[in-house]
């Protein structure tokens, strides 16, 4: 248990849904309503899958190595390195796991015909490595960075097509969808991250992180992520509004219930959050519309049919 703890497997498994979702959910449906052909097999389809989800884990796990000081801080009790796993097993499981991801991506993009495509999984585990090194205990560049990882997730699979259909990919009709989904995954990862920040900033403070609340204090900190939060419900509610005047009442009230009502419930909770307990919950609520919105990916199947 320690070591899926290590890896955040609920993190790592939320990847895999979000590919199995856009096979099965968007992909699929296209090939089967539209008649456009899929260029990527399934056996690709899980091989890009399990790339990506092994170099997240192994982002997970040197990022704990490097947080050791700021977690005996911010929270002692649930210290895995050091305590449930020596640090050598951790950088181990590290270089096992980024080293599986690469290889993975690396086969699949020669089998594509397009081996300098892999240059995006290369960057993925360098941007994880950095992250964790140095990055998010910059001003604000380590949340961009986590946040444009994260979009990145939604837009590999038409990544792979860029690569298998290069002249074509823009016509698919998915497209604009999985844009749309990077972008939610942006903004949502990066209100997250910041909240996250709130919690954790006993610890970054005395470690002398020059994260987001340090940097500005509490309470701006809390303005700005309201003001993403904002962002969020208002480019939610211009796509409601084109699925209410096209009758798309299913797909409306789901981002409503799940999505829309969360973030201004979530608004009151950062507003009103002190305690390291309290910016806790509020990271829990972010997480929780995030997920809402990957799990949207199986209603927008009732508009491509």
Same mark, same amino acid.
């Given at each position: ?134 990055? =998010?205990?910059?001003? +604000? ?5 986590? %946040? @444009? $990882?994260?979009?990145? &997730?939604?837009?590999?699979? /038409? ?59 509490? =309470?701006?900190?809390? +303005? ?5 939060? %904002? @962002? $969020?419900?208002?480019? &939610?509610?211009?796509?409601? /509004? ?64």
């Amino acid at each position: 248990m320690a070591y899926l703890r290590l890896v955040r497997w609920p993190n790592v498994l939320i990847i895999g849904l979000i590919f199995l979702l856009v096979k099965t959910q968007l992909v699929d449906v296209i090939v089967e309503f539209s008649g456009v052909e899929s260029c990527i097999t399934s056996l690709q389809w899980l091989l890009v899958s399990l790339a990506t989800m092994f170099i997240a884990a192994s982002g997970n796990v040197v990022n704990d190595i490097f947080d050791q000081d700021i977690d005996r801080v911010n929270k002692p009790d649930k210290l895995i390195i050091g305590k449930e796993i020596s640090e050598e097993t951790a950088w181990n499981l590290y270089y096992g796991l980024g080293s599986l991801g690469l290889g993975l991506g690396i086969f699949l993009c020669w089998q594509l015909g397009n081996v300098s495509s892999s240059l995006v999984f290369m960057l993925a585990a360098g941007g994880l490595y950095f992250y964790s090194y140095s990055y =998010k205990r910059q001003f +604000l560049i380590g949340n961009v960075v986590v %946040a @444009l $990882l994260a979009a990145l &997730v939604p837009f590999m699979p /038409m990544y792979l097509y860029i690569m298998c259909q290069p002249d074509s990919w823009m016509q698919l009709p998915w497209s604009p969808i999985l844009m749309a989904f990077a972008f939610f995954s942006f903004i949502t990862t990066l209100i997250r991250e910041m909240i996250k920040d709130m919690e954790d900033l006993k610890g970054d403070s005395l470690l002398r992180c020059r994260t987001v609340p340090v940097v500005l204090g509490i =309470k701006p900190t809390k +303005l700005l992520v309201v003001g993403l939060i %904002a @962002l $969020l419900i208002g480019s &939610v509610g211009r796509l409601q /509004m084109a699925w209410w005047q096209e009758n798309d009442m299913v797909i409306f009230l789901y981002f409503l219930l799940a999505v829309q009502v969360p973030s201004v419930l979530l608004v009151s909770q950062v507003l009103r959050s002190t305690t390291p307990a309290a910016f806790h919950r509020a990271s829990s609520m972010a997480k929780f519309i995030m997920v809402a919105g990957i799990l949207s990916m199986a209603v927008f199947r009732t508009i491509l049919e």
